[in-house]
């Protein structure tokens, strides 16, 4: 199964967490990382090339570090410019069938996503999954690593998620 994860960070420069997992990531043969932050420095996404991507893809993954309860904002233009032409054009079937993932890295921990102030982490991606399954994928239960840290991070757990094709769909 061919995956393609499209990843963005704001302050990639500055990252640690992500870089490393970014790397391991490499290492796997069926798996296209394309990091949308270096991609387009411009913050101008080529709708077409993308589109191209997709199709070649049986599986999406969006991978990000969670800002402010939600994506990067150049995660979000490629929302806007790719979706919108994905819904609009004679490309509205290319989701079809396809699974769709997210794995998100956070600095809080886990206790801070439960639900006591206000939402939950299911809630908070709902947006996300909700769309991609408006579009004709399945998804699949979300990776969320919190707390992250260089140093302790699950590269083996990180690794069999990326390479999952299990069908479990959450949030009905």
């Known amino acids: 199964m061919q995956?393609?994860?499209?990843?963005?960070?704001?302050?990639?420069?500055?990252?640690?967490v992500?870089?490393?997992?970014?790397?391991?990531?490499k290492t796997l043969s069926n798996l296209k990382v394309h990091n949308l932050t270096e991609t387009y420095k411009d913050g101008v996404i080529d709708v077409e090339s993308e589109i191209?991507?997709?199709?070649?893809?049986?599986?999406?993954?969006?991978?990000?570090?969670?800002?402010?309860?939600?994506?990067?904002?150049?995660?979000?233009?490629?929302?806007?410019?790719v979706l919108t032409h994905i819904l609009y054009s004679k490309d509205?079937?290319?989701?079809?069938?396809?699974?769709?993932?997210?794995?998100?890295t956070i600095g809080g921990a886990k206790e801070s996503y439960d639900g006591h102030h206000g939402y939950g982490?299911?809630?908070i991606l709902s947006?996300?999954?909700?769309?991609?399954?408006?579009?004709?994928c399945d998804v699949l239960e979300s990776?969320?690593?919190?707390?992250a840290k260089v140093d302790t991070l699950p590269l083996q757990e990180y690794?069999?998620?990326?390479?999952?094709?299990?069908?479990?769909?959450?949030?009905?």
């Open 52 to 81: 191209k991507l997709l199709r070649d893809s049986q599986k999406i993954i969006f991978q990000f570090p969670l800002f402010w309860y939600g994506t990067p904002s150049l995660m979000k233009e490629w929302q806007d410019q």
């Open 159 to 172: 690794l069999t998620v990326l390479q999952s094709d299990k069908k479990e769909k959450i949030w009905e």
């Open 127 to 136: 947006p996300l999954t909700n769309t991609f399954k408006y579009c004709g």
């Open 3 to 16: 995956t393609l994860l499209l990843f963005s960070h704001t302050f990639w420069e500055n990252s640690k």
């Open 121 to 123: 982490l299911e809630v």
């Open 18 to 25: 992500n870089k490393a997992l970014l790397e391991s990531a």
């Open 143 to 147: 990776f969320a690593i919190f707390s």
């Open 92 to 104: 509205s079937q290319v989701l079809q069938g396809k699974k769709f993932q997210i794995i998100v």
